[in-house]
């Protein structure tokens, strides 16, 4: 069996955010990585994000520049990133890094999976 190929999945993201989703992982057993892997391969599975997409999900927009933003880098399938990336571009009109950051505000908000 052939070796599946890694990649990282870097997203820029507001510090408090990222801090947020962090303890909330900890406080579960689960690494933030391997929860957003969880993530990527429910997408892929499904063809969809696996929640409704609400407005009021906290995503503040990261970028260079914003004294409270830093990077989350995750480690994913190659193969797994390419197909959750083109899922949602094409069918939510969405950057990779913007659903990720949703997802994390999901889990946070309503304290689930």
Not at 90 to 96: K, Q, V
């Amino acid at each position: 069996m052939a070796e599946k190929q890694m990649v990282n999945l870097f997203i820029r993201v507001d510090r408090k955010h990222k801090e947020r989703f962090k303890v909330w992982c900890e406080k579960r057993g689960i690494s933030m990585n391997r929860l957003i892997v969880i993530f990527l391969d429910k997408v892929v599975e499904e063809g969809k994000i696996p929640f409704v997409v609400e407005g009021d999900i906290e995503v503040k927009r990261a970028g260079r520049g914003y004294a409270d933003e830093t990077r989350a880098c995750f480690q994913v399938e190659k193969e797994k990133k390419e197909k959750f990336r083109k899922i949602v571009n094409e069918y939510y009109g969405m950057d990779m890094a913007v659903v990720v950051k949703m997802f994390m505000g999901y889990c946070i908000k309503y304290n689930k999976l």
